[in-house]
């Protein structure tokens, strides 16, 4: 069992910035490739970064490439999700998910483990 624990998510402007984390523990936090998704009122759950175990490959969603940085930090058993120039379109609720195995996973079935999410609200 991988328990994953969101936070850093709240209210913001657009343009403004936000940084997520996700604390991990249970399991090798290494063993896992990770990933962060959103799901918006309505829409399905999209998958908006994600990073292999080991950092050395990492995945943007079109829609925020350049805007929004994944990272982690195997020692601290964490996973962040800097978000800049965030926009209204943005908001929606964060998740993070662990897939076991090197590399990263696009669709939200394969990943094994899931956090409760975190609410990002972009105001206009």
């Known amino acids: 069992q991988v328990q994953l624990v969101e936070s850093g998510g709240g209210l913001v402007q657009a343009g403004g910035s936000l940084r997520l984390s996700c604390a991990a523990s249970?399991?090798?936090?290494?063993?896992?490739?990770m990933g962060w998704f959103r799901q918006a009122p309505g829409k399905e759950r999209e998958l908006v970064a994600a990073?292999?175990?080991?950092?050395?490959?990492?995945y943007y969603a079109d829609s925020v490439e350049v805007r929004f940085t994944i990272s982690r930090d195997n020692g601290k058993n964490t996973l962040y999700l800097q978000m800049n120039s965030l926009k209204p379109e943005d908001t929606a609720v964060y998740y993070c998910?662990?897939?076991?195995?090197?590399?990263?996973?696009?669709?939200?079935?394969?990943?094994?483990?899931w956090g409760q999410g975190t609410q990002v609200t972009v105001s206009s």
């Open positions: 990073i292999s175990r080991s950092g050395d490959s990492t």
């Open positions: 249970g399991r090798i936090f290494s063993a896992y490739s």
């Open positions: 998910a662990a897939t076991y195995g090197s590399g990263w996973k696009s669709r939200a079935r394969d990943y094994d483990y």
